[in-house]
């Protein structure tokens, strides 16, 4: 028997020389091994682009809208579960405190329309609210900026601070109402008197956080300013104030919350158009209802000047103060 043998064909690739039967097969060559073998741009179909792709927006957009929810849901069930308590506890009419929906049915007229004017005394909620808060917009802006440099002046200095801590400490118990009478007899005038009472009251956390910021300030930023010799004004502005406004804005925080609270104890006492008098004069008058939507107003009002000062700091310190 003869074997016949056949002779095989060569042809020559970019492996070697390879028999035509194997250089016959397909290879799928992948945008990365392409690219290895330098034959060129990677296809269009292939290209990891950072665009946005619809999905991933949604996808976004759903997140951030949680989190909202998550912020927001907690608080409103709360309120609507104290509310329906707070309506079968007092829905008895030998009730000492009226309810919610007694309240709604007599006050209706301050929460629908808290700026109309009827006369001089009778004025909104919300104008009333306005002229409480110029009053603590002087008052703690004097105090924000006395109390900062009073508290640069002791946190730089130990002879200030030994000097005048002990009196800061002891002046900053005294109860805000206190110091009426005194701003009476010397103002004679209960506009400035409310002022005096709201700057007096708010003036001590700003100068005690401050302080101790200025004194937690790095011993490394106090030599590059020995370094670069700067002098005691160019010192407080690029190096005092930016190292230590975490502290200040945790100080005007706790400020402006007693300012608020300050203006509404003094407004009862010193008559006007503030919000603390109407509060009075709801009580001597036994309009409760208008008393308990006066409180929510006060409550909503303090809660956003607290934001809008963090909201600031936020700003002011880069992410780094208290929120």
Known sequence: MTAHVRSTDFVETSAGRLPATVAAIPVEVT????????????????ENTDQPTPRSRFAGLAEKSGEWLANIVPPLLVVLALGLIWE??????????P??????AEAKDLILDPFFVMGP?????????????QR????????????????????????????????????????????????????RDANPSAIFVIFITSIWPIIINTAVGIRNIPQDYRNVAAVLRLNQVEFFWRIMIPSAAPYIFTGL????????????AAEMLTGGVGIGFFI???????????????LFYI?????????????????????TAAS
């Open 121 to 133: 005394q009778d004025i909104g909620l919300g104008l009333r609210v306005m002229t409480s808060l």
């Open 136 to 187: 603590v917009a002087i008052g703690f802006g004097l105090a924000a900026i006395v109390g900062v440099l009073l508290g640069a002046l002791v946190g730089q200095s130990v002879w200030a601070m030994r000097g005048l801590d002990p009196v800061f400490q002891v002046l900053r118990t005294v109860p805000p109402l206190a110091w009426l009478p005194i701003s009476l007899a010397g103002f």
């Open 88 to 97: 079968m506890a007092f829905s008895s009419p030998t009730a000492s405190l």
């Open 253 to 264: 925080r706790i400020g402006i919350g007693l300012s608020w609270l300050a203006i509404v």
């Open 31 to 46: 945008p990365k091994a392409a690219n290895d073998q330098g034959d060129g741009p990677v296809p269009a179909a292939h």
């Open 299 to 319: 409550g909503v009002v303090g809660f956003v000047l607290d934001r809008l000062v963090a909201f600031a700091g936020q700003i002011a310190t880069r992410g």
């Open 99 to 104: 309810p919610p929906s007694k309240i709604w």
């Open 280 to 294: 009075w004069d709801a009580w001597n008058s036994s309009r409760l209802p208008d008393i308990v939507v006066a």
